[in-house]
């Protein structure tokens, strides 16, 4: 498309993965530092050219070629999948038919004690990478960083940037077992403590005082407001996560 | 093996449904609408960054190489065809025309990521410059805390499912283009 480009080599990109992301990446590969190092440092006309050449510019656009090679590829295929378990045979089209019937490609794709080692995954990998001076300069501490992490349904997810927040528990599970009515507050939150405590103060009092009806509809009302105007207040972004390692 | 055997499977067959490849893949060289494509492909660009080649350990049992060295490395595990990306087959009928601006590919969306790459960016760099939120999970918030320090965001999710379609309709809005990783699709950029 022939855009200016550049390139932002300062930047660390931080993500949960489930391998080990040097296993998984060729960094010591002399083809991609040279690819890299191309975009990086070549002029506007060589980056182009080598950018087509990656996404197969010099390959045959005719419609017709495209269409006989993929009929042919098709023709010749053996098994309707690819098992990178090493089936083969009957025990392949079994694992087909299994995996087409309960729709779950990976029971074609992996022996069974790998599912179970999937199902039980006890860790994930937390990297923070800068990958652009990872592949020019080659993996260092100053480029990669990896720990590894407990793997918690739901909080470190595979694919995922950040530890997300721990579900609230249900109402009535907590110790005090009480969740006042359009809040989302959790029990634990540390910094709203304070404001759950005034809050909850505010709904206890004219409930012990006032036993008419509708007067202790409106001390739910006004513990209510103030609550929900905590709850707006802070922004999803800047929200501290008590339960976030430090 | 014969499309009415392989219609069984097709439902297993969903790397190259991402971003509409399949489609594509139907589309150029006139195949019918349900045509069984058994094929896996790279969604984002294979420069030899992983072993033996990007995404090639998927179930479909034919894989879509882009490139000759990439043909060559995936003949080793399963079946392959040499085609161009997908990309290139949906700019083929029409080159688009390049508009003015700046595009900021963002990182993977997330509070750490967006702060990092806000404080390479600057505030004061907010009027002439789009971020490109990636769709991936909880890319409303990214969304959000671009347009919140009065970046002006957009996403390749906002009119239903990705598509190349998409990628190549919002790159050319744009003469500018600057990326932070590598290895998604930064290539595909200079296509």
């Known amino acids: ?246 | 093996m014969k499309q009415s055997a392989l219609r069984r499977f097709e439902r297993l067959y969903q790397n190259a449904r991402y971003f509409g490849a399949d489609r594509i893949l139907r589309r150029y060289p006139g195949l019918a609408g349900d045509y069984v494509i058994p094929v896996g492909l790279a969604h984002g660009v294979d420069f030899g960054q992983i072993r033996p080649c990007q995404d090639v350990i998927t179930v479909e049992p034919i894989h879509w190489a882009h490139s000759e060295r990439i043909y060559r490395a995936a003949l080793t595990m399963k079946a392959t065809v040499k085609i161009p990306h997908a990309v290139l087959l949906s700019m083929a009928k029409k080159q688009p025309e390049l508009g003015k601006g700046r595009l900021v590919v963002g990182p993977p969306p997330g509070p750490v990521n967006d702060h990092g790459l806000l404080d390479i960016l600057g505030r004061n760099s907010a009027a002439d410059t789009t971020i490109l939120v990636k769709p991936k999970a909880r890319f409303e918030h990214s969304l959000r805390f671009w347009e919140g320090k009065r970046f002006k965001a957009v996403t390749l999710a906002d009119r239903g499912p990705p598509t190349y379609g998409r990628i190549v309709e919002i790159f050319s809005g744009y003469d500018e283009i600057v990326d932070c990783t590598f290895s998604s699709a930064v290539a595909r950029r200079w296509a």
């Open chain 1, 1 to 246: 498309m022939g855009m200016k480009v550049e390139l932002l080599r300062d930047f660390s990109c931080r993500a949960y993965e489930v391998t080990d992301i040097d296993d998984h990446f060729a960094f010591r590969s002399e083809l991609s530092a040279g690819i890299v190092g191309s975009f990086v440092t070549g002029g506007r006309e060589a980056t182009t050219q080598l950018a087509s050449q990656l996404l197969g510019s010099e390959l045959s656009f005719d419609r017709a070629e495209i269409r006989a090679s993929l009929d042919e590829a098709i023709d010749r295929l053996k098994e309707p999948v690819y098992s990178h378990a090493g089936y083969g045979g009957p025990m392949l089209r079994l694992m087909a038919e299994l995996a087409a019937f309960t729709n779950q490609p990976s029971l074609a794709r992996f022996t069974l004690p790998q599912l179970l080692r999937r199902r039980r995954r006890h860790y994930v990998y937390e990297h923070e990478m800068n990958e652009i001076a990872a592949f020019i300069e080659g993996v260092s501490e100053a480029n990669l960083r990896l720990k590894k992490v407990p793997y918690v349904p739901g909080q470190t997810l595979p694919g995922d940037t950040e530890r997300r927040r721990k579900p609230p528990p249900a109402r009535g599970s907590s110790r005090l077992g009480w969740r006042c009515p359009g809040t989302n507050i959790p029990p634990r939150c540390s910094v709203l403590k304070s404001r759950r405590r005034t809050a909850f103060k505010e709904w206890r009092r004219p409930r012990r005082v006032l036993k008419s009806g509708g007067a202790h509809a409106l001390a739910f009302i006004r513990a209510d407001s103030v609550l929900g105007e905590v709850v707006a207040s802070q922004p999803v972004e800047d929200a501290v996560d008590p339960d976030r390692d430090s």
